[in-house]
Each structure stands twice: as C-alpha cells, then as structure tokens.
C-alpha cells in the first residue's frame, strides 16, 4: 500500500523510567526492508494559563541535554492510561500554583514523528485563581509573567526556542485575536 510499512521485528533495546526505545525493522511499500529506531513515550501535555490582561504564565527551567534555561509553558509527561486534560491540570498547580475556572482544548502535536512515538496534548487556562506550587523534588524551576503580545514577539525572534511553547503561544494568541 502506498505511504505504509509494515513491522517485520522489533527488538526493545532500552527501557528507562521516561520511555523505550525499540530497534525495528520494517517493509517499504517497494518490497524492500527499513531499520525503524522508535523512541516510546507516553505522551505529554502543556497548558498555556493566560490572565484576564492577556498576561501568561510561562516557567523557566534547566534543560540538560542543551544545558541551558528554557522559557517553556507549564507542561508534565503522562502517566500510562491518565486523562490528559486531568494531568494538565495536575501539572498546572504543580508548577505555577494555578487552578483555572475555563479550560479549552487546543489539539495535539507530534513533537518528533520520524523517530518518537509522543503526541503533546495542548490546553489553554483562564479564569486563574493561585495557590501553592508542589514541585516535584527533582523539580527546579522560576514562574514569570509576561504579556502573551511579548510571548508572540519572543517565539517570532527565536528567543522562546521549545516547540509546544511555540505552537501553545501562537495558537492562544490567534485565538484571542492578538
């Protein structure tokens, strides 16, 4: 069939605490066999908490595989089988102390599809009331609050580099007409 392939074998080479990672062979449409490495993760979710300024809620964190601070939007790894709208929540109050009254479904995104199996699950929060954040222990992070038109400006010149954040920021600000 055209644009499929099929698994002929797959060996799990690596099992971690945060994902698999699968050594696949595969057919080709034209008969002909693949090597298919597949990294196995059960997804994630993000969630964009935005004021009634039109202010966000972003956390800056250390990222270790660039070793530097990245500006991200509150965001956490599902675990197998969770709700993703109840992990976005979860993840939420964790991270910026929020709980939100509107909670607005913005779609998924396949953060690498070549080679990982994640589907990011993306939310919009408003309606914000503040509590205590619950950081995991091995959780380190700043919360900051900027205007989403600044947030928009940062993703446009390259200084919000992640990529949920990216797509969370743009499709809230198209949204809301900014």
Excluded: W
């Excluded at 099992?15 to 090597?35: M, Q, S, W, Y």
């Excluded at 993703?84 to 995104?109: S, V, W």
């Amino acid at each position: 069939m055209h644009l499929q392939e099929k698994t002929l074998s797959s060996d799990q080479v690596y099992k971690g605490p945060i994902f698999t990672i699968t050594h696949d062979v595969a057919t080709l449409e034209n008969g002909e066999t693949a090597v298919r490495d597949v990294l196995h993760h059960n997804g994630g979710v993000c969630v964009i908490p935005i004021t009634e300024n039109n202010e966000i809620y972003l956390v800056k964190q250390f990222r270790y595989p660039f070793a530097t601070v990245t500006r991200e939007v509150p965001a956490g790894k599902l675990e197998k089988g969770e709700d993703h709208a109840e992990c976005g929540r979860r993840e939420l109050l964790e991270e910026t102390g929020c709980t939100c009254t509107e909670y607005i479904y913005l779609g998924e995104m396949l953060p690498t599809p070549a080679y990982n199996s994640e589907i990011t699950y993306m939310y919009l929060a408003r309606g914000l009331s503040f509590s205590e954040q619950s950081l995991d222990p091995d959780e380190f992070l700043d919360v900051e609050k900027i205007p989403l038109s600044e947030a928009v400006k940062l993703v446009m010149d390259g200084s919000i580099r992640d990529g949920k954040t990216q797509i969370a920021v743009l499709k809230a600000a198209r949204i809301l007409g900014i």
